[in-house]
């Protein structure tokens, strides 16, 4: 699945596949062309769906559901959107319990967890906001800074930092068969995230989450779920246009 479904998805550019030309083919895909300067990035108002065909999967594999659905049941599952936005990305998803195996973190640590990447430079330079489901609930953003690496083989799972918050709430528990609503955001340093639009946690990433930039995306682990995302704005003057899909796995 995981190599026939990337192999039709990634042969040919977004634009070629869809009929368009120009500078930034990735960027304007079926998100549509929005202007940056008239939509807030804290409004859930402005975001707009994505196809899994506009996912980047780096490891696992994500089938398609009718919707704009996205199913994971592997035990890692990592990918990043192919479009360069606001740093704004929110999942609607359906918990649907355990793997049926499951995979250890690079550090040797087991969760089940399911999360947005922001700043997704490479897999040595990222930001997280992660909902931990097992073995405790509750949600933690981390940056992972590597300078100067961007594959796993260089970094495994060094550079990981655990932001403190300045203010945050307890996450539910997550039974099998709930669906909530995940959302990150930064502007700047500043990040919030909010679960069924309610604020769960907010703070200062700190410069070194400055000091990488790129597309917006999610991760998985040990959990299996259906998901919606929506994304904000595509950026049309974006420094050198959209990454490009590269499979690199990634340690933790």
């Known amino acids: 699945m995981r190599g026939a479904w990337k192999r039709s998805i990634f042969r040919r550019p977004f634009g070629a596949m869809l009929g368009i030309s120009g500078v930034y083919p990735r960027a304007v895909i079926i998100l549509g062309a929005i202007s940056v300067s008239a939509v807030s990035a804290s409004s859930s108002n402005a975001l707009v769906p994505v196809s899994p065909a506009n996912f980047c999967v780096t490891e696992g594999t994500v089938e398609e559901l009718p919707g704009h659905l996205l ?10 959107l192919n479009a360069l936005t606001l740093q704004t990305i929110e999942a609607r998803f359906t918990y649907q319990g355990a793997t049926g195996s499951e995979a250890r973190l690079g550090s040797g640590a087991l969760r089940r967890q399911f999360g947005l990447k922001l700043r ?11 909902w931990r489901m097992a073995p405790e609930s509750k949600l933690v953003v981390s940056i992972k800074s590597n300078p100067g690496q961007d594959s796993s083989a260089q ?17 539910p528990a997550l039974r099998v068969g709930d669906t909530h609503v995940i959302r990150a955001e930064m502007n700047g340093a500043e990040m919030k995230v909010f679960i069924d639009n309610s604020t769960v946690w907010e703070g200062f990433s700190g410069q070194d989450a400055l000091a990488f930039d790129g597309p917006v995306g999610i991760r998985s682990d040990n959990a299996r779920l259906q998901m919606q995302i929506r994304v904000g704005p595509v950026l049309h003057a974006q420094r050198g246009g959209a990454p490009i899909c590269r499979s690199s796995e990634e340690s933790e």
Do not use: E, F, H, I
């Open 71 to 80: 199913s994971v049941t592997v035990p890692k599952m990592r990918a990043y």
């Open 155 to 171: 970094c495994g799972n060094r550079g990981y930092r655990n932001v403190k918050p300045r203010r945050d709430m307890t996450v």
């Open 120 to 130: 997704a430079q490479d897999a040595c330079n990222v930001v997280y906001a992660m």
